[in-house]
């Protein structure tokens, strides 16, 4: 069962109408963009997890969860966050290189919504998904429930991004397009832009 994305989409539809007005867009279509946006943003970081890059130091250094207990204020813009935990065009440009748009182009035939609002739906997103991470990770560090060893996280995320593909055919090509050995601005798989720059770079 893909836990991780079912969360995170049951938790950012409760605020769809908030993450609308955001980006200036209906809710409904809203509600349907996350559903998408959320697991191709996962298989987005599972291959550099899967390869041990720099994504558990990421997640560990900026990403604690905070942003999900203060999740109304950060889409309103008054959270007391670090830069660094709310920077999603930095973990975009690090996860997906030159692969953004051609995301955004696919979202935006799933969802209906035009491109250009899709741009600013994922950059949106993207510190969220990784806060759920950093709160699943410490849930798990600490005794709680429903956490993971943070060693587990390239396993985590190739199950998210399986079951994510069983439930949800439509965006299986989506989700195929970012694994190993899929392009990116470095010439490489997604995994090495990720182990490279969440490894070696400190402006997340």
Same mark, same amino acid.
């Given at each position: 069962?893909?836990?991780?994305?079912?969360?995170?989409?049951q938790?950012?539809?409760s605020?769809?109408g908030q993450?609308?007005?955001?980006?200036?867009?209906?809710?409904?279509?809203?509600?349907?963009?996350?559903?998408?946006?959320?697991?191709?943003?996962?298989?987005?970081?599972?291959a550099?997890?899967?390869?041990?890059?720099?994504?558990?130091?990421?997640?560990?250094?900026?990403?604690?969860g905070s942003?999900?207990?203060?999740?109304?204020?950060?889409?309103?813009?008054?959270?007391?966050?670090?830069?660094?935990?709310?920077?999603?065009?930095?973990?975009?440009?690090?996860?997906?290189?030159?692969?953004?748009?051609?995301?955004?182009?696919?979202?935006?035939?799933?969802s209906?919504?035009?491109?250009?609002?899709?741009?600013?739906?994922?950059?949106? *997103?993207?510190?969220?998904?990784? /806060?759920?991470?950093? &709160?699943? %990770?410490?849930?798990? =560090? +600490?005794?709680?429930?429903g956490? $993971?060893?943070?060693?587990?996280?390239?396993?985590?995320l190739?199950?998210?991004?399986?079951?994510?593909?069983?439930?949800?055919?439509?965006?299986?090509?989506? *989700?195929?397009?970012?694994?190993? /050995?899929?392009?990116? &601005?470095? %010439?490489g798989?997604? =995994? +090495?832009?990720?182990?490279?720059? $969440?490894?070696?770079?400190?402006?997340?």
């Open positions: 069962m893909a836990e991780l994305t079912d969360s995170l989409n938790l950012l539809e605020h769809a993450i609308g007005q955001r980006i200036d867009a209906d809710e409904g279509r809203t509600r349907q963009a996350i559903q998408s946006a959320v697991p191709a943003l996962l298989a987005a970081l599972s550099d997890a899967e390869r041990g890059g720099g994504l558990k130091q990421a997640i560990a250094q900026d990403h604690d942003i999900i207990d203060q999740l109304s204020e950060y889409l309103n813009g008054s959270a007391q966050l670090s830069p660094r935990t709310t920077n999603g065009s930095g973990i975009l440009d690090h996860a997906l290189g030159d692969r953004q748009e051609p995301m955004a182009q696919a979202l935006s035939a799933k209906g919504l035009d491109m250009g609002t899709i741009m600013r739906l994922l950059p949106l *997103l993207a510190p969220i998904v990784m /806060g759920m991470l950093g &709160k699943r %990770g410490r849930a798990s =560090g +600490d005794g709680g429930t956490g $993971f060893s943070f060693d587990d996280i390239g396993d985590l190739n199950r998210e991004k399986q079951d994510a593909r069983s439930k949800n055919p439509d965006i299986g090509d989506i *989700l195929d397009s970012f694994g190993k /050995g899929s392009g990116s &601005k470095s %010439g798989g997604i =995994g +090495d832009v990720l182990g490279g720059l $969440f490894g070696g770079r400190g402006d997340r």
